[in-house]
């Protein structure tokens, strides 16, 4: 009996020096954990930024500030701060009356894919502001997938001091996505009380006549006269955020910071010459004639008839491709029309009628109309008609053909 209880004795003080030694040496951290926490601090030696503690955790934001002397392709920074507080006010069709640039917010995102949905969120969200000292952005980074909640609460409160948000093609995607992000993380989002523009369709209706693309990149190459070096493509942007969860690496996301604050800076310049050309479209100052038929087409819709031709025929004069041309000069007759012009309309209509193209057809058969119901000349509509048949044979063609026969065979007998 003794045997035992000396060996109880025996066991527990073993125990005893185990405890005090693992109490007085922390047991090593873990490999994985070990280089999370120094990737953690090293994005900050890459990057010029902080750890940021809101209430839901923590996550890493950076900034960046172009001064006010420095320039991005055409635009110089300092211009923007002096942009009119009237300047979006066409282009957001009356939304935005007034606003001081101070008060726009450049929001873009990067994100774990392009599909959307639930499963996708945006792990980095740049904002960029024009302020007194140029132009500054600021970035929120999620370091794992925890953060999010933390981020979305510092996005939050730091986009309270703005009244309009400023994207592209942020309308279809950006704000939705983070949007939803809001919701699954059941808090409010702040877009509901801003007035949010997306130059995209500005720049559709100003460029696609001409530019084959009218992307953020591309523009930011054809317009602003910036060429990209070094640039991580779009599309390898999930992968390099997925490899950098993985490995922990910080380098990997140093490039998309790039990335995020080269389309936020070139969103900012295009603010300052797209909605120009909606804001003064007789004043618009391009170097092709393409450049100004999507506002005219737009003045035309929002019915400012007469500064729609004003700029159809300036881009005429500066000349534009064929196919191009044939559309405009119909659409030139087709507004001269409509403000009761008819001898304006019909010099243009017998012009596209002369030469063989896409409206030619419809040119003579406008004229047709013309000779037919206008001055009862039935054997000039008839000539007309068979131009247009020659051309193209229809059933409302030769319809047209037989009747202006028909009568012009009861002319003939009442003539005898």
């Not at 041309?325 to 009628?353: C, H, M, P, Q, Y």
Request: include cysteine; hydrophobic fraction near 40%; proline fraction near 4%.
């Amino acid at each position: 009996m003794e045997d035992i209880q000396q060996q109880l004795a025996d066991l527990r003080r073993r125990i005893a020096r185990i405890d005090r030694k693992w109490t007085a040496t922390p047991p090593p951290q873990p490999v994985a954990d070990r280089k999370r926490a120094e990737s953690r601090s090293f994005i900050e030696e890459l990057l010029s930024g902080e750890i940021v503690r809101t209430a839901f955790g923590e996550h890493f934001e950076a900034e960046k500030l172009w001064e006010r002397h420095r320039r991005h392709g055409s635009v110089d920074i300092s211009d923007l701060a002096d942009l009119p507080e009237d300047l979006l006010d066409a282009l957001s069709g009356g939304a935005i009356a007034r606003s001081h640039p101070f008060r726009w917010a450049f929001l873009d995102t990067e994100t774990t894919g392009l599909a959307g949905g639930t499963g996708t969120c945006a792990f980095l969200i740049g904002v960029g502001s024009i302020e007194p000292e140029g132009f500054r952005l600021r970035q929120f980074f999620m370091r794992d997938f925890g953060e999010e909640a933390s981020v979305l609460a510092r996005l939050r409160e730091y986009l309270e001091r703005f009244d309009v948000l400023v994207t592209y093609n942020g309308k279809s995607y950006d704000q939705p996505l983070l949007e939803t992000r809001y919701r699954l993380a059941r808090a409010r989002d702040p877009f509901s009380r801003m007035e949010h523009l997306d130059l995209l369709f500005g720049a559709r209706r100003l460029w696609k006549l001409r530019l084959e693309s009218c992307r953020l990149v591309d523009l930011e190459t054809r317009v602003l006269g910036v060429e990209r070096e070094g640039d991580l493509p779009g599309e390898m942007i999930p992968y390099c955020y997925f490899e950098f969860l993985r490995r922990q690496e910080a380098f990997r996301v140093v490039p998309i910071f790039h990335h995020n604050a080269l389309d936020i800076l070139s969103l900012a310049c295009l603010t300052a010459i797209v909605p120009f050309a909606f804001r003064s479209p007789s004043e618009v100052n391009v170097r092709h004639g393409a450049d100004l038929i999507g506002i005219a087409r737009w003045l035309d819709q929002a019915e400012r008839r007469e500064e729609a031709l004003q700029l159809f025929r300036r881009a005429v004069a500066m000349g534009l491709p064929d196919d191009l041309l044939f559309r405009t000069l119909w659409d030139v007759a087709a507004l001269e029309k409509r403000l009761g012009r008819e001898d304006a309309a019909l010099a243009v209509i017998s012009e596209l009628a002369a030469s063989r193209n896409p409206y030619c057809v419809r040119a003579l058969e406008a004229l047709a109309k013309h000779y037919e119901r206008r001055e009862s000349n039935f054997a000039m509509a008839l000539e007309m008609t068979r131009g247009a048949l020659a051309l193209e044979d229809t059933p409302a063609l030769r319809r047209r053909e037989e009747r202006l026969k028909l009568r012009l065979g009861k002319n003939a007998q009442r003539l005898l």
